[in-house]
């Protein structure tokens, strides 16, 4: 089992930073980030420590019995417009950023709708064009990309999709880490 991703989502639930569970903890903020990361595991006593700071402990911890949401519907969803851009986005999952990834629903209006160009990040992106066509920028490239086709990014590059179509186009988004 991956205990640090759990660790990191229950420390920003509590809405400590590493700095403030390590001064409580008495561990070194290196340690905790490498454990959240699941470079190093921590020793039971270690373990049993940094979930009494969070207001839990072991048992809880490890119950197999996720109370976390699912299954989300239109009413938790969040959504931006940007006239400007041309581009509407809606984030599917609430918190997203708390996860690994982060999926988002772009919308964009014919004749020039984009998103971005965003500049080089960490990470990686996934899309999956629902309607119309886009053109992916990807660094100094331009490819086009139809209904029904997906691209796989490296976000290291410079990048972003534009809408140089006649209809709108829709496309499913997903960021890893998450970047909107």
Same mark, same amino acid.
Request: aromatic share 8%; hydrophobic share 30%.
């Given at each position: /089992?991956? *205990?640090?991703?759990?660790?990191?989502?229950? %420390?920003?639930?509590?809405?400590?930073?590493?700095?403030?569970?390590?001064? %409580?903890?008495? #561990?070194?903020?290196?340690?905790?980030?490498?454990?959240?990361?699941? #470079? &190093?595991?921590?020793?039971?006593?270690?373990?049993?420590? *940094?979930?009494?700071?969070?207001?839990?402990?072991?048992?809880?911890?490890?119950?197999?019995?996720? @109370? &976390?949401?699912?299954?989300? &519907?239109?009413?938790?969803?969040?959504?931006?417009?940007?006239?400007?851009?041309?581009?509407?986005? %809606?984030?599917?999952?609430?918190?997203?950023?708390?996860?690994? /990834?982060?999926? *988002?629903?772009?919308?964009?209006?014919?004749?020039?709708?984009?998103?971005?160009?965003?500049?080089?990040? @960490?990470?990686?992106?996934?899309?999956?064009?629902?309607?119309? &066509?886009?053109?992916?920028?990807?660094?100094?490239?331009?490819?086009?990309?139809? %209904?029904?086709?997906?691209?796989?990014?490296?976000?290291?590059?410079?990048?972003?999709?534009?809408?140089?179509?006649?209809?709108?186009?829709?496309?499913?988004?997903?960021?890893?880490?998450?970047?909107?």
């Amino acid at each position: /089992m991956e *205990i640090g991703g759990k660790l990191r989502r229950l %420390r920003q639930t509590c809405g400590l930073t590493l700095e403030e569970l390590a001064d %409580r903890t008495e #561990l070194t903020k290196g340690f905790l980030s490498q454990v959240e990361r699941d #470079l &190093t595991s921590p020793s039971l006593a270690t373990l049993t420590d *940094i979930l009494t700071c969070l207001g839990t402990d072991l048992k809880e911890f490890f119950n197999d019995a996720d @109370d &976390t949401d699912s299954v989300y &519907t239109a009413a938790d969803t969040f959504e931006k417009e940007d006239a400007e851009a041309g581009s509407h986005i %809606r984030w599917l999952v609430p918190d997203c950023q708390t996860y690994g /990834m982060e999926p *988002i629903l772009v919308t964009l209006r014919p004749d020039g709708g984009r998103l971005g160009p965003e500049e080089p990040h @960490d990470g990686e992106e996934f899309g999956y064009v629902l309607s119309g &066509t886009v053109v992916l920028l990807l660094g100094d490239s331009r490819q086009k990309v139809r %209904r029904g086709e997906s691209f796989y990014i490296d976000s290291s590059y410079r990048h972003g999709v534009v809408n140089e179509g006649k209809s709108q186009a829709q496309i499913l988004w997903v960021s890893c880490p998450p970047s909107f």
